[in-house]
């Protein structure tokens, strides 16, 4: 089958190259020029274990081709999938759907075979319906159903989600959209992957929930892990002792800085105003959003308490360690070390940074923190070593080195890699989030 994926970014490629693995003839397609030239070259335009050798793989097979050209792109493609960004929207906090109606607009313009337009992107309900009003002015003169697809991979682990997904949703009316669906997906269908047919406006809020539900899970540990760190627990042993109910499950558990990155800030703001707009607020969201908006900025006080307060950190040194929203990824959406950094900037602390992938697009997101070339150049000098992300690089530090390169021996781990026992023993002071 030929598939057209519109938007090559972290799903669009990542979805386009495991279609082509499955066998399916696949084309992405991308309105950024230096995007597709550095595929044609090779070179990915994100970081994703495993991707650059997935795609160099399906190009070799000629099952994966990349233009700018939508036209030529979705030419005889029986399913065209968009899956270009949904920010917030500036203002309002509503998803901005301006990128995937332009792209209806320019398959209706240039649709001549009959074919399924998938929403992948994350939007909201009603979107499809727009979609295809959109579609049916620009009045294509062919056959065309659209269809709901939301995308559940993670970042950093993304082709091994896409290929073994706990579940796959569809939303569509349209027994001919199922079918070309059906087709899409059967390799994984024969995997054993369940696919939850649905109406289409039911898909697009199982991804909302999905998000929010987890967003929940991550803040409400977080929160158990400030209660104990009052009361004297450890939040490592809440979660396990709760993780082990087969009701609750052990995931999305781990006590930390707080969510960010590319989905979750947004997509639980972009819920809440759905919810605004349908008169049927979701107060527990509403509580999610704004306790882990305030999270990010405590960290940095956090670190400030373990310099030893206001007046004696303003002139020391910080090292932060992994700054983006979490491990295997470069990608710096909303991450948490932005506003750590600002605290700790705006109390007059010197901050330099390290990330093994996400340097370049944190530069110019946090201008006064120092960048350096090695997490150890970072800590030279430091009156704190933070773990903010916990990259596998940082779960091993040389703690005797690190120990002889500071100026402080401080290791704040707001993502409680390591064995407080063990920390203290080296002779550190050492601060988690939510141990004793
Ligand atoms: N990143 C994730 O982990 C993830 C996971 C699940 C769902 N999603 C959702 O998937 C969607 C895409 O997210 P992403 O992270 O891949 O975004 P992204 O910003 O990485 O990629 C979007 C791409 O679309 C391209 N684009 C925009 N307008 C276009 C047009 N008119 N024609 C062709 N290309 C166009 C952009 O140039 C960009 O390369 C969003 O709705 C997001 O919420 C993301």
């Not at 335009?45 to 650059?52: D, R, T, V």
């Not at 009603?126 to 620009?138: K, P, Y």
């Not at 940074?353 to 340097?359: L, R, W």
């Not at 779960?395 to 409680?416: E, G």
């Amino acid at each position: 089958m030929k598939i057209a994926m519109v938007g090559s970014g972290y799903v669009g490629l990542v979805s386009g190259a495991c279609f082509a693995d499955f066998g399916h003839d696949v084309v992405c397609i991308d309105k950024d020029p230096a995007k597709i030239d550095s595929l044609h070259k090779g070179v990915m335009p994100i970081y994703e274990p495993g991707l650059a050798e997935l795609v160099a793989g399906n190009v070799k097979a000629g099952r994966l081709t990349f233009t700018t050209d939508l036209a030529e792109g979705i030419a005889d493609a029986s399913a065209i999938f968009i899956a270009v960004g949904t920010p917030s929207r500036r203002g309002d906090g509503h998803a901005d759907l301006s990128y995937v109606y332009a792209v209806a607009e320019e398959i209706g313009a240039n649709l001549k075979q009959p074919a399924v337009i998938v929403t992948k992107s994350t939007v909201p309900v009603g979107t499809g319906d727009e979609v295809e009003r959109i579609l049916s002015e620009a009045n294509p003169g062919v056959q065309f159903a659209v269809a709901s697809n939301p995308e559940f991979l993670r970042e950093g682990a993304a082709i091994g989600d896409f290929k073994h997904p706990d579940r796959i949703v569809v939303g569509t009316e349209d027994d001919w959209a199922r079918s070309v669906m059906n087709e899409v997906y059967r390799p994984l269908f024969l995997n054993k992957s369940p696919i939850l047919f649905t109406s289409r406006r039911s898909s697009e809020l199982i991804k909302y929930a999905a998000n929010a539900f987890l967003a929940v899970k991550i803040t409400f540990i977080n929160e158990m892990a400030d209660l104990c760190e009052k009361v004297g627990a450890d939040v490592q042993d809440i979660s396990r002792g709760i993780g082990m109910d087969g009701r609750i499950g052990p995931k999305f558990l781990h006590a930390g800085p707080g969510y960010g990155g590319s989905c979750f800030p947004k997509d639980t703001l972009a819920l809440l105003k759905t919810a605004e707009d349908y008169e049927a607020p979701t107060r527990i969201v509403e509580a999610v959003v704004a306790v882990n908006d305030s999270r990010k900025r405590a960290m940095g006080r956090k670190v400030i308490e373990a310099l030893g307060g206001m007046d004696a950190a303003r002139g020391k040194k910080v090292a932060l360690l992994g700054l983006t929203f979490k491990p295997n990824t470069d990608d710096m959406r909303d991450a948490p070390s932005i506003a750590i950094a600002l605290a700790l900037s705006d109390a007059g602390v010197e901050v330099a940074g390290y990330d093994p992938e996400g340097m370049e697009l944190a530069a110019p997101l946090m201008p006064d923190v120092a960048m350096q070339k090695t997490a150890y150049d970072a800590i030279a000098g430091a009156d704190a070593t933070v773990i903010v992300t916990e990259w596998d690089a940082f779960r091993a530090l040389d703690l005797d080195r690190v120990k002889r390169i500071a100026a402080a021996p401080v290791l704040v781990d707001l993502r409680n890699v390591y064995d407080p026992a063990e920390v203290r023993a080296k002779g550190f002071t050492y601060v988690s989030v939510g141990r004793p």
